[in-house]
T-cell receptor
């Protein structure tokens, strides 16, 4: 158990809908990272937050957004969902804003039908 | 752009048969190279961080090494419970994200 929690574990929704994925980092970790894992793309970095502020951005679609709250939990919002958004979404956390090990949560499996 | 290539894609081993996984990388200044283990449907589990060429880290039957262009993960006398996908990732010195390779899926038969 990495100490990172994610909810929900599974999510099934229809195209065009909007969903919110939630992540709580390990106790003491200030950085939260979001990744998408699909069969054809592998693990892709989406976005990083550090202590409430956006720190780095990857290939995140404009339909996706994230935020980190004062209690350090983070939410990833996915809107106007398409079939291709079906994937595993992982949250990871680390102590510092740069470098160091990232510890991953169990993931949320999103299925768009 | 950072590139990480892992080989082989899949590896089938007999219990006790040692082998090595390769991770070749191209990055503009390396902050760190990371190895993770991932079981099906689960989140990646952190194994090692390597920071500079010549560095080695060990954990049970696993040993990771780093050169300027590649890293190796050696599995010594593997057991069936070592079956998993092993992921390599690099973090450049001018960024915070991890760039992952596609992974090597290891199957160890009893």
């Amino acid at each position: 158990d990495s100490g990172v929690t994610q909810t929900p574990k599974h999510l099934i929704t229809a195209t065009g809908q909007r969903v919110t994925l939630r992540c709580s980092p390990r106790s003491g970790d200030l950085s939260v990272y979001w990744y998408q894992q699909s069969l054809d793309q592998g693990l892709q970095f989406l976005i990083q937050y550090y202590n409430g502020e956006e720190r780095a951005k990857g290939n995140i679609l404009e339909r996706f957004s994230a935020q980190q709250f004062p209690d350090l939990h983070s939410e990833l919002n996915l809107s106007s969902l398409e079939l291709g958004d079906s994937a595993l979404y992982f949250c990871a956390s680390s102590v510092v804003s740069s470098g160091g090990e990232q510890y991953f949560g169990p993931g949320t499996r999103l299925t768009v039908t | 752009e950072d590139q990480v290539t892992q080989s082989p894609e899949a590896l089938r081993l007999q219990e006790g048969e040692s082998s090595s996984l390769n991770c070749s990388y191209t990055v503009s200044g390396l902050r760190g190279l990371f190895w993770y283990r991932q079981d099906p449907g689960k989140g990646p589990e952190f194994l090692f961080t390597l920071y500079s060429a010549g560095e080695e880290k060990e954990k049970e039957r696993l040993k990771a090494t780093l050169t300027k262009k590649e890293s190796f993960l050696h599995i010594t006398a593997p057991k069936p419970e070592d079956s998993a996908t092993y992921l390599c990732a690099v973090q450049p010195s001018n960024d915070y994200k991890l760039s992952f390779g596609a992974g090597t899926t290891v199957t160890v038969r009893a």
